[in-house]
């Protein structure tokens, strides 16, 4: 298999980020919607941000957003540092289309028609990933825990470069990502000894299974030996 991307989402503290980062993180994942237990204000985010950007890791910075205008966003992703809007609401294609390459849809289809009318609906980023996809709970906008049907999101990853979410854990993810396939995976909850904090063994142990998954060196493990159970700091 290819390298596969591994995003950790709900990001709210630099402890956090940089146990993620140490670990293998690819992208990390800033949540802008008020009822998540992971919410985070504007200066909060840019704040942390330029902190984890300082400690020299080299990753993206993902926005999350829940039925934000797109000149809010447009703004957030400029005072924060941000390189990507993850839309996990339900926003319409025109909020999409306004933000062109720097905003991807997050998609909860809960059957494959379902799915169909929501590709049909939404224009295929063109840049990776092209979609997020996260198991579908009425009135929910992920972050819930629950596991997608992966036969539903193996199609699609077939298809398109997808985020696979939805109930991943360090004990499921390398199965997940034998059978769906995803450009990548992204994970909150399953990761956490608490909502909005990390676990950093969760977290090294997520990324080992990752990496082992796609046939990639294990490189998240020799520093979770070293940074597990270090408390993380900046030099």
């Not at 909502?195 to 082992?212: E, N, S, V």
């Amino acid at each position: 298999m290819t390298a596969v991307q591994v995003k950790i989402c709900g990001i709210t503290c630099l402890e956090d980020g940089l146990a993620a980062l140490r670990a293998g993180a690819d992208l990390l994942g800033f949540n802008f919607y008020p009822p998540s237990p992971r919410f985070l204000l504007a200066d909060t985010c840019a704040r942390l941000v330029s902190e984890l950007r300082a400690s020299g890791y080299d990753f993206q910075a993902v926005g999350v957003f829940v039925n934000h205008p797109p000149q809010e966003i447009e703004s957030l992703l400029e005072r924060c540092g941000l390189d990507l809007a993850q839309l996990s609401g339900d926003e319409p294609p025109a909020c999409l289309a306004a933000l062109g390459s720097r905003a991807f849809k997050a998609l909860r289809p809960k059957h494959t028609e379902a799915l169909l009318a929501d590709l049909e609906r939404y224009p295929t980023r063109t840049g990776m990933p092209a979609y997020l996809v996260d198991a579908y709970r009425p009135g929910a906008y992920g972050g819930t825990g629950q596991v997608i049907d992966w036969d539903l999101a193996s199609d699609l990853a077939g298809r398109h470069s997808i985020l696979l979410a939805g109930g991943l854990t360090p004990e499921n993810v390398a199965v997940a990502i034998r059978q769906v396939h995803p450009w990548g995976v992204d994970v909150a909850s399953g990761v956490e000894n608490a909502p909005g904090r990390k676990d950093p063994t969760k977290l090294a142990a997520f990324l080992l299974a990752c990496r082992q998954a796609a046939g990639e060196p294990p490189s998240g493990s020799i520093l979770y030996q070293e940074h597990a159970h270090a408390k993380p700091s900046i030099d």
